[in-house]
């Protein structure tokens, strides 16, 4: 069984999507570990409810990202977590992490990259007045949302729309597309 450790900072609908792949069995893998940066994000909540064990890393309480990282390694290495997940998370990965999970660490990333790469994908998207977005699956390299781009799709900017009506469509195809496209590189072995 693949373990995988989702990453997550805020919300966690992300981590919710992946948590109902798995029970409704359309997502072949276990959620063996939720990794949290932000002490009092919802998404450690929502890993109380359904079982998840919760680590909350808060970055303020290392003396340097090294340190901080290399803490979160030993939980992953324990745990022989296959997988990483990031589901935003909104921390760059360093190379302490980066180094004994290359090629194994996979991001989701609101835009249709490399448009509108960073913070507020979805407010660049708005402000530039484009006509269509979409979300992108990659891999996670030393760069802001740089790395091998694993799957995309695109979401329709409607005429008059919201911001908010924006992000609240992207959501709903991330939550499709993200267990989808892990469980397309668990059946390929990747
Ligand atoms: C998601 O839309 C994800 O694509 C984005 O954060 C949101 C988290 O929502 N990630 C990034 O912007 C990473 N650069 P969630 O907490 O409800 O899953």
Do not use: W
């Not at 693949?2 to 999507?17: C, D, I």
């Not at 450690?44 to 340190?67: H, I, S």
């Not at 190379?95 to 660049?124: V, Y």
């Amino acid at each position: 069984m693949t373990k995988l450790a989702v990453f997550a900072s805020g919300t966690g609908s992300n981590y919710n999507a992946i948590v109902e792949a798995v029970k409704n069995g359309t997502l072949d893998a276990e959620v063996s570990v939720l990794v949290c940066d932000k002490p009092n994000a919802e998404v450690v909540e929502k890993a109380k409810l359904n079982g998840t064990p919760a680590f909350v890393f808060d970055p303020k309480q290392y003396r340097n990202k090294q340190m901080f990282e290399a803490k979160i390694v030993e939980v992953l290495q324990e745990e022989k977590i296959d997988l990483i997940i990031l589901a935003g998370y909104m921390r760059m990965i360093g190379k302490t992490l980066l180094r004994p999970f290359e090629g194994k660490i996979i991001n989701i990333h609101p835009s249709l990259l490399p448009s509108f790469p960073g913070l507020d994908a979805i407010g660049q998207a708005f402000d530039a007045g484009v006509k269509v977005s979409g979300v992108t699956v990659h891999y996670v390299d030393a760069g802001m949302d740089t790395g091998k781009i694993i799957a995309q799709q695109a979401v329709d900017v409607q005429d008059g729309s919201s911001r908010d009506e924006l992000q609240h469509a992207i959501q709903q195809v991330e939550h499709q597309l993200y267990p989808a496209t892990i469980q397309k590189l668990i059946t390929r072995g990747e």
